[in-house]
C-alpha cells in the first residue's frame, strides 16, 4: 500500500487563503493560455525537460479543476 501524504495545517490554511483570493478556474484558465502561448511562441530548444513541466501543469491543472468545480 503506498504511503499516503497529507498536508500539514499551515499548508491547508495558505492553499484555502489562496483559493479564497484566486479563482481556481480563471488561475486555470490564465496558466493554460500562457502555457499555449509560449508553445506557439517557441517550438523547439526548450532548456529545461518539457516532458516534466507538462506532466507536473497537468497534475496542477487538474487540482485547480477540482478546487473550482468544488467551489462552485
Request: aromatic letters at 10%.
Amino acid at each position: 500500500m503506498p504511503n499516503s501524504k497529507t498536508l500539514s495545517d499551515k499548508m491547508q490554511q495558505e492553499l484555502a487563503a489562496f483559493f479564497e483570493y484566486t479563482p481556481p478556474a480563471r488561475l486555470s484558465r490564465n496558466l493554460r493560455n500562457l502555457l499555449l502561448g509560449y508553445l506557439q511562441a517557441y517550438h523547439d530548444g526548450h532548456s529545461f525537460d518539457m516532458d516534466d513541466l507538462l506532466t507536473d501543469l497537468t497534475a496542477l491543472f487538474q487540482v485547480l479543476d477540482t478546487a473550482a468545480e468544488e467551489s462552485v
